[in-house]
């Protein structure tokens, strides 16, 4: 591997572990003194107790679809700061509007590792190409450039042209922002007769980056990586030389938990991602961000030894209304809890115009007529709605994260 950005990302992982759950009981302890929101929520508990992933699992979860609600009933960061608003470098605000706080720390939102993963180094000059406009992304990118030393052309979102000049005489080396907006910078200065060729490194967010804009990139010479990561938490993994998943940040801790509950998967299941910060601004408890992922076994070949992600997978709230009534994960895994089983996937149709339900879950008892019985009572009494439950062997449900499939056809 190239050099590592510093020594934190090639230790050893039971050092590495080790260290995060000795840091863990302070963090807890700071965001339960420090956030009007955790010193209720966490008002039961002793910090000192919370020193290991399964102390860690047994408390709430911090949900990013409840800030709205949260914000809205305590402005502006629904308690869950520490520090007040005026002790803050930068307020955002996201879509819904949700507030998100920016501390004065140099690379707040801890990018320069994957920056610097993707090839960045000081003296470059990169196009950043995120919004600057209330939303955080431009800022999460420039302080981690910044903390680098590159030199930052703001350029952020719109005005194709104007980009496509900046590029051929300002000359940038590497471009920050989505993988698609950058294809169509390219595509202008190709119109306009204007050279682009300067730019050989990117690290692209945002959005999926689909093959044909990765193959598009390539065939122009430029070295493409993925970040993942939101306004909330800021990086949370990033793609390496090796191409295999994204390596988790350092500074956090993920759990991968089961759609509806907090309850922490198998190891190569896919599930829901859930990371606990050591962010002493915004001290996020398990925050449930609302995407799927799984956990890559093994080490990465580039010599990082962080955990490795595969990436984004999809929405983990999985919400659908059926005759006209919401039906939630959570109502899931309770149906689940009661039986005294882990896996099940309920899927919605449509016959004749008619919503249906088939409910299949993971036991050994595939023939086991009283318990499927059972469990069609337990559908009616929390969800309402009827549906018919099919006992399946274990492990012949997809691993793709999904606890409810909608399989309706709506064209």
Request: aromatic content about 6%.
């Amino acid at each position: 591997m190239a050099a590592p950005y510093d020594a934190l990302e090639v230790r050893d992982p039971a050092a590495r572990e080790s260290d995060l759950m000795a840091r863990l009981p302070g963090q807890i302890a700071h965001a339960r003194s420090k956030s009007p929101h955790y010193a209720t929520s966490l008002a039961a508990i002793r910090p000192e107790a919370i020193d290991s992933r399964a102390a860690l699992a047994g408390l709430p979860l911090t949900r990013k679809s409840d800030l709205l609600e949260l914000q809205r009933a305590r402005m502006p960061f629904g308690g869950l700061n520490a520090t007040p608003a005026s002790g803050l470098a930068r307020i955002f605000m996201s879509p819904g509007p949700i507030y998100d706080p920016e501390g004065r720390a140099p690379d707040f939102w801890r990018t320069a590792r994957s920056l610097h993963a993707a090839g960045f180094r000081a003296g470059d000059v990169v196009l950043n190409c995120y919004s600057y406009h209330l939303t955080p992304a431009g800022s999460m990118f420039e302080t981690g450039l910044h903390r680098i030393g590159c030199a930052v052309i703001p350029g952020g979102v719109g005005q194709t042209e104007l980009q496509a000049r900046a590029i051929a005489d300002l000359k940038p080396s590497g471009y920050v922002g989505t993988p698609s907006f950058l294809k169509l910078i390219l595509e202008k200065g190709d119109e306009l007769g204007l050279g682009s060729t300067s730019i050989r490194r990117a690290l692209v967010s945002g959005e999926a980056f689909m093959p044909a804009v990765r193959a598009f990139l390539v065939a122009r010479g430029i070295e493409a990586y993925q970040a993942y990561g939101t306004a909330d938490l800021g990086l949370v993994a990033y793609e390496t030389e090796s191409r295999e998943g994204l390596v988790l940040s350092e500074e956090l801790i993920l759990e991968i938990v089961r759609p509806g509950t907090g309850e922490p998967v198998a190891a190569d299941e896919v599930g829901e991602v859930v990371v606990t910060t050591f962010n002493r601004d915004y001290p996020l408890v398990r925050c449930a961000t609302g995407d799927l992922s799984a956990v890559l076994p093994g080490a990465s070949p580039c010599g990082r030894t962080n955990t490795r992600i595969r990436g984004w997978m999809g929405r983990a709230d999985q919400t659908t209304k059926v005759r006209g009534l919401f039906i939630h994960p959570h109502q899931v895994a309770e149906v689940l809890r009661r039986h005294g089983l882990a896996r099940g996937r309920l899927v919605v149709g449509n016959r004749d115009g008619e919503d249906w339900m088939t409910f299949s879950v993971e036991s050994p008892a595939t023939g086991d007529a009283g318990l499927a019985k059972a469990m069609e009572g337990t559908v009616r009494d929390l969800m309402k709605v009827r549906g018919e439950v099919k006992i399946v062997t274990p492990g012949s449900l997809p691993n793709d994260g999904k606890v409810i499939e909608d399989a309706r056809a709506y064209s």
